[in-house]
């Protein structure tokens, strides 16, 4: 059997596992999230070689996810650019994107009003989104090796996060953009990805950021969509296809936020296009209600 194969089918039965206990969404979210990070691991290609380091723990020393400026630590990085000629680059604009969410759920968990906000099943929510981003960031960044974004966490806009952390509705809308930005830049950039070991561990990833993003909706339903935001209509397209979004609007999206300090990202983040030989660009389709 191959490796490829194997690694589906461990990805699959922790699906499976899930579908067969589903205690509730929201716990579903752990049982995804637990078991497709550690299915992940073999099929990563290193960038610059075969060596993937073991994930360190959650909120551990050096987790990535602290949310807070070190004493003494790196000023932040300037001029991250995306060469999308190569997996690596998208794989950098994913670890960027994970940074982001490591970061926010990390401050989510820590702020002073999270047990005020949130009743205690949401709370494990977030601890569990926490989590997993921060092992997905991890898996990321020692599969790119030398070619990894250096670490972002200094990088991030504390006024811009100060204002997501005013209210439980702002955290959640905050949550659900920028999951709804992972799930639609990974099933736009599925196409250009040249090794179909990327493509799977592209596709693992976004597996459980789609799920990390209907839990979300789940717990704030949006208006006239009662009973239906867990898998909502305006999440998919007229021919039954997922949000969706190409590399450029991922970024600016992204920059939108100003989640980032600014010069964050070079004035050009994109280096290269993608060649036609790895795909074209499709049409958009991002649902109006994240």
Do not use: W
Request: glycine share 10%; charged share 15%.
């Amino acid at each position: 059997m191959s490796k490829i194969r194997q690694d589906s089918m461990k990805d699959l039965g922790t699906i499976e596992t899930g579908l067969q206990r589903p205690t509730s969404r929201r716990g579903f979210v752990r049982i995804i999230g637990a078991g497709s990070a550690a299915a992940m691991l073999p099929a990563l290609v290193s960038c610059e070689g075969d060596s993937i380091a073991v994930p360190i723990q959650p909120g551990g020393p050096g987790s990535g996810g602290g949310g807070t400026t070190p004493p003494g630590g790196p000023a932040p990085v300037t001029g991250v650019s995306f060469d999308l000629r190569t997996d690596a680059g998208f794989l950098r604009l994913v670890q960027v994107l994970e940074e982001v969410e490591a970061a926010f759920y990390t401050a989510v968990v820590a702020s002073s009003n999270f047990n005020t906000f949130f009743p205690a099943e949401e709370r494990e929510l977030f601890v569990d989104l926490r989590d997993a981003e921060i092992i997905h960031l991890e898996v990321v960044r020692a599969g790119l090796g030398s070619q990894a974004v250096p670490s972002l966490r200094n990088n991030i806009n504390t006024a811009t996060l100060n204002t997501f952390l005013a209210s439980r509705a702002s955290i959640i809308a905050a949550a659900r953009g920028f999951e709804t930005l992972g799930v639609s830049g990974l099933n736009g950039s599925g196409k250009y990805l040249q090794d179909a070991r990327n493509l799977l561990f592209a596709g693992k990833i976004v597996s459980v950021e789609a799920r990390h993003l209907a839990a979300l909706r789940d717990i704030s339903v949006p208006g006239g969509t009662a009973n239906t935001a867990f898998a909502s209509d305006d999440t998919i397209d007229a021919m039954g296809r997922d949000i969706k979004l190409e590399a450029g609007d991922i970024i600016a999206r992204a920059a939108a936020t100003n989640i980032l300090l600014p010069n964050t990202l070079a004035a050009q983040p994109i280096s290269n296009q993608p060649t036609a030989t790895q795909g074209v660009p499709t049409t958009n389709f991002i649902t109006p209600t994240p």
